[in-house]
């Protein structure tokens, strides 16, 4: 059975992957150089952002192995893959949402609205 805070979760994750698309198609670099709202951080682009992304999150809300299905799901692998989209596919279709789950997305909308605001 879902929770109220199992729903609120899925609806939240929708949310973000339409967050993380916009951005995503925001990022887009000016004649081969690094995009604007990464000065100073270097060249980076959205495939490694996301994996480091991933590798975070991971680390900071996913260290009891509750979210390991929805990892794998993703194609995570520490620093070397995985989709930040299909990970919020995963959990909003969970339906066995762990709690870990909503201390994620919080983390995921603050560091989304970071990026947001270099946009």
Request: glycine share 10%; proline share 5%.
């Amino acid at each position: 059975m879902s929770t109220p805070r199992a729903t609120s979760s899925r609806l939240k994750a929708v949310a973000l992957a339409g967050r993380w698309q916009g951005l995503v198609q925001r990022h887009l670099p000016l004649r081969g150089g690094p995009c604007s709202c990464v000065m100073g951080i270097g060249n980076i682009t959205v495939a490694d952002f996301e994996i480091d992304l991933l590798d975070f999150l991971r680390r900071k809300y996913a260290g009891d192995g509750s979210l390991d299905p929805n990892f794998a799901h993703a194609g995570h692998e520490e620093a070397n893959a995985g989709s930040l989209l299909l990970l919020l596919q995963s959990l909003a279709r969970d339906p066995a949402l762990p709690e870990s789950a909503a201390d994620l997305l919080d983390g995921l909308e603050a560091s989304l609205g970071s990026l947001e605001a270099g946009h």
